[in-house]
């Protein structure tokens, strides 16, 4: 006899309260549309957006929105900040093509810079978001 029952839905996890501090505390820019992309406003600014993960309740969340602001302190005038809502999570992943969440990614006109997907340490963030940021590792995953 073959079960006929609908598969049950995927279970979504709903993100860490503090991906919520970056927009609500810190003033970071939400963006809630697909079509959201203030990098291509001003060319001469680098945009760092969060790609929280939605839905898929990673334990490394929480920690990328804390680091994130420290970074962003830190890397100051460097970085402009930003929050991908759900849909313009999937579009940045559809862009990137990298599937590992949460993630950074960093943008300027209409170039997509890098990308450094999950926890990392300190040195290795800043180490990376340099050669992000300088060219050295253009287009590609850190």
Do not use: C
């Amino acid at each position: 006899m073959t079960d006929l029952a609908p598969s049950p839905a995927k279970l979504r996890l709903p993100l860490p309260p503090l991906v919520d501090l970056l927009t609500d505390v810190h003033g970071y820019r939400r963006l809630d549309h697909a079509d959201d992309r203030p990098w291509l406003d001003d060319p001469s600014k680098s945009w760092v957006v969060f790609l929280p993960g939605h839905g898929k309740g990673s334990d490394e969340t929480a920690d990328v929105a804390v680091i994130l602001p420290e970074l962003v302190r830190t890397l100051h005038p460097r970085l402009t900040p930003a929050v991908a809502g759900e849909a313009a999570e999937r579009a940045l992943l559809a862009l990137t093509g990298m599937m590992s969440l949460p993630a950074l990614v960093f943008l300027r006109g209409d170039r997509l810079l890098g990308n450094i997907p999950r926890v990392r340490d300190w040195d290795d963030y800043l180490q990376r978001i340099g050669e992000i940021l300088d060219g050295v590792l253009e287009g590609g995953a850190a």
